[in-house]
């Protein structure tokens, strides 16, 4: 497989290009790092979020924006697919790396995470990228900082000046979107938690409402799981039958049927706390190749109007 990183950086370098027509910004830090500002800002749009969500995705992922319908109100819907599920989701998708430091922190997805490798889908997979770019987008509310470059430089052993920040807030257009486009990698995550083997899932797509945009950070972050526990969708094609599958919707989890505001409450937003198997898509269907398709889970369009305060 072609690096994640070489492809992600094409469409980055797009980004930079079509700046002032998808409202994004883009600047240089002192240490040469590049940021740009996808919601911070700048106001972003729907063309900015599906053009990150690309290359969140290393461009293995094809994300597409349609409108829906949802407690009586016309809604926007995110739908993303993929025949690369493991790499494109898994490897480069998942918000797998907390970029803290004594000045900044965010929660960082993209392939950059490739070039650590650190964490147990890249032992599952097989995979670990080499390239001398980087980009990792970085869900957060400041401004990134020379510190926060220097952390993806170092542990992704690339110059300060081959590293691109994609930065944006939950509560921005772009976080909306990008997270409604999660459905398939959260699918595909609790199927890797539940022990089944990564190389086993041939495509993946899901489907979730795009929250709309609040003024406060907690809010954005309830809503968009909102979203996906219980508005998503997601239809994974596997090759081998397994007996786990009933296990991979949020539905299974035991606090499913409490929006995610009150769950955070009750755990000081302390996320860790959060039981893992509630970050998962409302219903899921799973074919197997040449054997049975299985259908799980449930929708609950109610809770998700309340939650979007429609």
Same mark, same amino acid.
């Given at each position: ?71 009586? &109100? ?112 959260? &699918? ?63 539905? &299974? ?58």
């Amino acid at each position: 497989m072609e690096s994640l990183n070489r492809m992600a950086i094409e469409l980055v370098d797009e980004a930079l290009e079509y700046a002032e027509e998808l409202n994004i910004g883009g600047y240089d830090l002192d240490n040469e790092s590049t940021v740009l500002d996808f919601g911070l800002e700048f106001d972003g749009g729907i063309e900015a979020g599906l053009l990150l969500t690309e290359i969140q995705t290393a461009g293995l992922a094809t994300p597409s924006y349609e409108l829906g319908e949802l407690g009586g &109100a016309t809604m926007p819907y995110v739908e993303l697919a993929t025949d690369q599920p493991a790499l494109s989701l898994l490897c480069s998708q998942k918000a797998g790396w907390e970029l803290i430091t004594e000045d900044f922190e965010g929660l960082g997805s993209g392939p950059a995470r490739a070039l650590v490798a650190e964490e147990e889908e890249f032992r599952r997979v097989g995979y670990t990228d080499a390239f001398d770019l980087t980009a990792l987008a970085v869900e957060t509310e400041e401004d990134p900082t020379e510190s926060a470059s220097e952390q993806v430089a170092e542990l992704a052993e690339v110059e300060t000046s081959s590293v691109f920040l994609l930065a944006y807030p939950t509560a921005s257009l772009a976080g909306s979107i990008t997270n409604a486009a999660r459905a398939a990698e959260l &699918a595909t995550f609790r199927l890797a938690e539940l022990g089944y083997d990564l190389r086993d899932i041939v495509s993946a797509t899901g489907r979730a409402p795009v929250a709309p945009v609040p003024g406060e950070e907690r809010t954005a972050i309830a809503r968009t799981n909102d979203a996906i526990a219980y508005g998503g969708s997601a239809h994974i094609t596997v090759r081998e039958d397994a007996d786990i599958f009933d296990s991979v919707p949020s539905t &299974a989890a035991d606090e499913h049927g409490r929006p995610f505001g009150e769950i955070f409450d009750d755990l000081d937003w302390d996320f860790e706390e959060v039981p893992s198997d509630l970050f998962a898509p409302a219903t899921v269907t799973i074919d197997v190749l040449g054997g049975p398709t299985y259908v799980h889970g449930e929708r609950d369009e109610e809770l998700v109007a309340e939650s979007f305060d429609l």
